[in-house]
T-cell receptor, first 117, second 112 residues
């Protein structure tokens, strides 16, 4: 049982280049999330998905796009990378979501470290 | 705006002592609060969840308290071990945004 798998683990981009981060989960979780983690900033939600074919904006969505064509996959795209997008990106999934459901326990991937020069 | 405060300075303690980490929040009343552990180069791992109507939750050497009046959660590790060294993140669930919001984490260093 692999859990949440992210690829690639490391990537270096030049300003203006595009790329896609892939997240795959094998737990049949309905909900998936993309976070970025910067020193002293905590984890900030970029986009999330409440099911196949649906996506929504999180706290810091600008400069990113996402797609969830299959339940098990959640893709994060950078159309024109900027140095401000240098960060560690984490994908997570959860079986449920919300205050009265199963309490939204997140399973995280190992992270993807992106450097934009 | 919501604000979550965790001590950004590392907490250094001696093996065998109890480590206490603090999570303070403002401007909202979370339905529940989660604690995660994160090791260097790894993703966070869920540890414990405490709901708003619970005062205390335990799991082996871990204990979490939740004081909705003080707007504070405390995370305790008793009989700490060097293997407990990691960064610990608190994450209250904010009803208004229907999402977890993470604090910046506190790094714990347990010295033998």
């Amino acid at each position: 049982n692999a859990g949440v798998t992210q690829t690639p683990k490391f990537r270096v981009l030049k300003t203006g280049q595009s790329m896609t981060l892939l997240c795959a989960q094998d737990m049949n979780h309905e909900y998936m999330y993309w976070y970025r983690q910067d020193p002293g900033m905590g984890l900030r939600l970029i986009h999330y998905s409440v099911g196949e074919g649906t996506t929504a904006k999180g706290e810091v969505p600008d400069g990113y796009n996402v797609s969830r064509l299959k339940k098990q996959n959640f893709l994060l795209g950078l159309e024109s990378a900027a140095p401000s997008q240098t960060s560690v990106y984490f994908c997570a999934s959860s079986l449920t979501r919300g205050p009265t459901s199963g309490a939204n326990v997140l399973t995280f991937g190992a992270g993807s470290r992106l450097t934009v020069l | 705006s919501q604000k979550i405060e965790q001590n950004s300075e590392a907490l250094n303690i001696q093996e065998g002592k109890t480590a206490t980490l603090t999570c303070n929040y403002t401007n909202y009343s979370p339905a529940y609060l989660q604690w995660y552990r994160q090791d260097p180069g790894r993703g966070p791992v869920f540890l414990l969840l405490i709901r708003e109507n619970e005062k205390e939750k335990r799991k082996e050497r871990l204990k979490v308290t939740f004081d909705t009046t003080l707007k504070q959660s405390l995370f305790h590790i008793t009989a700490s071990q060097p293997a407990d060294s990691a960064t610990y993140l608190c994450a209250p669930f904010i009803r208004a945004g229907n999402m977890l919001t993470f604090g910046g984490g506190t790094r714990l260093m347990v010295k033998p």
